[in-house]
């Protein structure tokens, strides 16, 4: 029996997990693949095949030699780009042009972030270097561009191409376009030099926007030295402390964290400067129209209407949480009652916990990682006939032993591609939870196969214990399905072409099957499929799952606010130039879009490090959001393990990635044009109360 057709037989034939009479739970494999530490297999026969099963990475100069042999293929494959006449053929050479030197970057860009191994870090590190400054180079090289000019330029020849190679080479000229490649030879070198300045200046500023701030013990009244990082004589404040009850103590962090810092001011400064002039250069108004093309919002203008709409339609409700926020304060503390931004994300999840009792402890027993895992298994089934099925990784395949390796399978297609899940805390590993690709999947011409994607999940979650398995708490349940939607985005997204695979599609459109996953996530007939006591096999009772979601309601318009102040800085800042500094706009946009005081001698946005991967797309959060409460509402809230419903969203936006026009996609999952009003409507809408939770609490 082929590999194939050994895992299509286990799919259909496997039974999902059940309980024995005396309650105690039998989890499937992929539950207890999750559920149970990882055994340690030593076999000193086995070969090391490699991270990922790239034969080259057994060892960190491996990094050198699959950079040395992607760059050869680049060459032979850049001559055959230029060189075949214009057609599919040239749209091909570029895809695998792209996939060969992505294959690397991308495996890289992982491993410089997340292996344990420092040598393996420094060597991934020099990797993406290299191919980067390769890629800046094919980004200007006019021969590479012209031929790929000429295919669009020849009305006969489009009208031959389909639709998906028609738009990936039209991407692909996109690309070369903002680098500058239509400028004369001076220009062109400017906007070159402009790219390689960027580069350095997005660095610097992410690194600095996570660094640290001190200040000298003495300046801290004693008693709350025990709440902060020591230093020698210095107090060391790496966070807001947003979640601390002692008011001084938020405040304090608040301040100092905040503190501008005058080398990092200067960076964003220069580097809002030259975004702005390498879009004007390039032949547009600002940088963040330059951002925009081929978004769903399409225009910095399109945008603003969104949120000064959305901040229209929120501003009683706004209003109302802060007045809640303020009165609980003055409870909470009579003599110091003036509400400040330091404040709101404590006091909303003190009035969330006085009007739900959500305490994580009373969840955490039933969302055992197994029975998550079951669940998403069990989802994925009914949604797409789809299954993770656990497998053993071999010898150098994975980057730490607790790190679990997923097939995807479908139940008539076979293998659809590899999720390696590195979900447990380790020392120095990122704290961040995170979707990487590793390699797009792709239709290999060459082959006539097709390259199955690979991507990694990254959590933190704590490991499991001699006497339980891995709790999650709600929030890091909501996080798991987050990131598993991003992941059966890559493993669904079966495109013709690996540069619009999955995930690579349009930012605001991006995040559509990430949040989507957070609905069910919240549905009670969906989690009651999993979640059940890991001890007793007990249910996780649905007046917890209705509280749980009514929760949210309290204080979202001020929660949301915040976000839309957050996007509109974002929007603003990447505009036309303003005769004000970063801190000005700031202090104007924070009176304007949030309505809390700004406080003086703080920079908030030198800790807005999504200024650098978000550049003029912080919206898109936002606007994402409201396409899946659509899509929630009109496809899926009567039914959300309705198969037929399920087929017609892989179909109409997950089969795509980037290959066709996101609002095309939403129009085809809607079956009709949303407007910024609907979108708008959706997110107002999520914050209505469900009155059914109130009797149910009331029952209870």
């Known amino acids: 029996m082929s590999a194939c057709k050994r895992l299509l037989y286990v799919v259909k034939h496997r039974s999902l997990w059940t309980h024995v009479r005396r309650n105690v739970t039998t989890w499937s494999p992929v539950g207890a693949a999750f559920n149970a530490k990882q055994q340690k297999r030593p076999n000193l026969f086995e070969k090391n095949v490699g991270l990922f099963g790239v034969p080259e990475l057994s060892c960190p100069a491996g990094f050198q030699a699959a950079t040395d042999r992607a760059l050869k293929n ?5 001559e055959n780009a230029c060189s075949c006449p214009p057609g599919v053929e040239t749209v091909e050479s570029f895809d695998q042009l792209s996939d060969g030197l992505c294959k690397v970057a991308d495996l890289a860009d992982f491993v410089k972030v997340a292996h344990p191994d420092p ?19 094919l980004n200007t090289n006019v021969e590479l561009c ?15 191409l ?20 239509h400028l004369d030879d001076k220009l062109r070198k400017e906007a070159v030099a402009l790219h390689v300045k960027l580069l350095d200046l997005n660095n610097e500023f992410l690194v600095g926007s996570h660094l640290p701030n001190r200040i000298a013990r003495s300046a801290i009244p004693e008693h709350l030295h025990l709440h902060f990082a020591d230093e020698g004589s210095f107090i060391q404040i790496g966070g807001l402390h947003a979640d601390s009850p002692d008011d001084l103590v938020r405040e304090i962090a608040y301040m100092i964290y905040l503190h501008p810092n005058a080398d990092l001011m200067e960076c964003l400064e220069e580097l809002l400067k030259c975004r702005y002039k390498l879009a004007k250069l390039v032949g547009y108004e600002s940088y963040g129209h330059r951002a925009l093309k081929g978004t769903m919002a399409k225009t910095p203008e399109a945008v603003m209407s969104f949120l000064h709409l959305l901040t229209d339609k929120l501003s009683d409700r706004t209003a ?12 909470l503390n009579p003599r110091n009652s003036e509400l400040m931004p330091w404040d709101h994300p404590y006091l909303s999840g003190v009035l969330r916990a006085e009007r739900y009792n959500i305490e994580p402890s009373l969840y955490t027993p039933y969302l055992s990682l197994g029975a998550c895992m079951e669940g998403l298994n069990n989802l994925f089934s009914q949604l797409y006939g789809v299954s993770l099925m656990s497998e053993h990784a071999s010898a150098g395949e994975v980057w730490s032993e607790d790190v679990r390796k997923l097939a995807v399978v479908h139940e008539t297609e076979g293998l659809l591609g590899y999720i390696y899940c590195d979900f447990f805390h380790r020392q120095d590993k990122p704290h961040q939870d995170c979707h990487f690709t590793i390699r797009g999947g792709r239709r290999c011409p060459e082959t006539g196969q097709y390259q199955l994607p690979v991507v990694v999940l990254m959590l933190s979650l704590p490991h499991p214990t001699k006497r339980a398995p891995t709790l999650l708490t709600p929030g890091m349940m909501e996080n798991l399905f987050h990131e598993m939607g991003h992941a059966m985005h890559s493993m669904l997204g079966r495109t013709r072409y690996q540069h619009v695979t999955g995930t690579r599609c349009a930012t605001d459109f991006a995040e559509v099957p990430s949040i989507l996953m957070e609905y069910f996530a919240t549905d009670y007939r969906v989690i009651s499929q999993f979640a059940r006591h890991y001890e007793t096999g007990q249910r996780l009772p649905q007046s917890l799952v209705a509280r749980l979601c009514e929760s949210k309601k309290v204080c979202g318009a001020a929660d949301t606010q915040l976000q839309i102040f957050y996007a509109v800085l974002d929007q603003i800042y990447h505009g036309q130039p303003q005769n004000q500094t970063t801190t000005e706009i700031l202090e104007e946009m924070q009176q304007k879009f949030y309505g809390l005081p700004y406080t003086p001698n703080t920079a908030w946005q030198l800790r807005f490090s999504h200024l650098i991967g978000y550049g003029a797309k912080y919206y898109s959060y936002l606007m994402s959001r409201a396409v899946a409460s659509m899509v929630w509402k009109q496809c899926f809230v009567q039914d959300p393990l309705n198969r037929d419903m399920g087929e017609r969203y892989r179909r109409q936006m997950l089969a795509h990635g980037g290959a066709k026009e996101p609002m095309l996609m939403v129009e085809g999952m809607l079956q009709r044009q949303p407007t910024m009003e609907d979108f708008v409507d959706a997110l107002v809408s999520e914050l209505n109360p469900n009155f059914e939770t109130f009797i149910m609490d009331s029952e209870s």
Request: proline letters at 1%; one cysteine or more.
């Open 162 to 181: 389909d639709a998906d190679t028609r738009r990936v080479a039209e991407l692909f000229l996109f690309d070369f376009e903002i680098s500058g490649i």
């Open 146 to 160: 012209k031929s790929l000019k000429i295919l669009l330029d020849s009305p006969d020849i489009v009208a031959k």
């Open 119 to 137: 040598a393996f870090r420094e060597a991934a590190e020099k990797a993406c270097i290299e191919i980067g400054t390769v890629v800046e180079k």
């Open 74 to 78: 680049t060459a032979r494959l850049v």
């Open 320 to 331: 109302t949480d802060f007045t809640m926020m303020r009165n609980m304060k003055k409870k």
